[in-house]
Each structure stands twice: as structure tokens, then as C-alpha cells.
């Protein structure tokens, strides 16, 4: 059985740092792209950044850019998230997914996803 499980969020201070993990148990995750999503109270769920197969141009969405970086870990098992200069916005549940797929991430679709995990709070406020 895969799973998918975030780990890493918290209370943070307005610039702060966390790093999220999304850990698979079942599969390796080499052989999938990688999102992040995220859902704050009230509003839609928004991608945050992608890793396809092969770890090609990365992607994020303009909010986050130049703030956050997704990697693959040596284990194959982890894709991590480390998030800097964190915002009051940035607050959300974040919630990692698996597709598996060559496509870039730009052209994968929700309904591509066949894992997802149940998500981890990050809140930023002093």
C-alpha cells in the first residue's frame, strides 16, 4: 500500500524557515513528479511547486519563487520543500502528491495524482 506523509510545518515568525518532507512508504518516488499544494482557510487549493521526472526546471507558482526550493532526497523515498522568507500568506495546510507521469509539471492535472497525503499546518505569525 503507498502512503504519502508530510512532515515539518509548525508555528513560525513572519521570515522564518521550515522544511517540509513528503515521505512515500511502497514506491519510490523517483519515478514520479512531485507537488506541493496548498489550501489556506477560505480560499481554493493552489499548487506550490512541482518536481517532474527527471528533476527538469522546477516549478512555482510567482508567490513563492526565489523564496522556496523543492529536491528529490538521496533515498528516493523523500521530496522536500524548504521554504524561506515565510509570510503570513504562506500560512495553509500543506499537502504533497504523486503523479506518476513524464509530463512536465505545467501539464499535469489534478486527476493525474494517484497518491496524495493527508497534509501538515505551517502558520506564520508573530
Known amino acids: 500500500q503507498v502512503q504519502l506523509v508530510e512532515s515539518g510545518g509548525g508555528l513560525v515568525q513572519p521570515g522564518g524557515s521550515l522544511r517540509l518532507s513528503c515521505t512515500a512508504s511502497g514506491v519510490s518516488l523517483d519515478d514520479y513528479a512531485i507537488t506541493w499544494f496548498r489550501q489556506a482557510p477560505g480560499k481554493e487549493r493552489e499548487g506550490v511547486s512541482c518536481?517532474?521526472?527527471?528533476?527538469?526546471?522546477?516549478w512555482y507558482v510567482d508567490s513563492v519563487g526565489g523564496r522556496f526550493t523543492v529536491s528529490r532526497e538521496n533515498a528516493e523515498r523523500t521530496v522536500s520543500l524548504a521554504m524561506n522568507s515565510l509570510r503570513p500568506e504562506d500560512t495553509a495546510v500543506y499537502s504533497c502528491a504523486a503523479a506518476r507521469t513524464t509530463k512536465y509539471c505545467g501539464f499535469i492535472r489534478e486527476h493525474e495524482y494517484q497518491y496524495w497525503g493527508q497534509g501538515t499546518q505551517v502558520t506564520v505569525s508573530s
Open positions: 518536481l517532474s521526472v527527471g528533476n527538469v526546471r522546477p
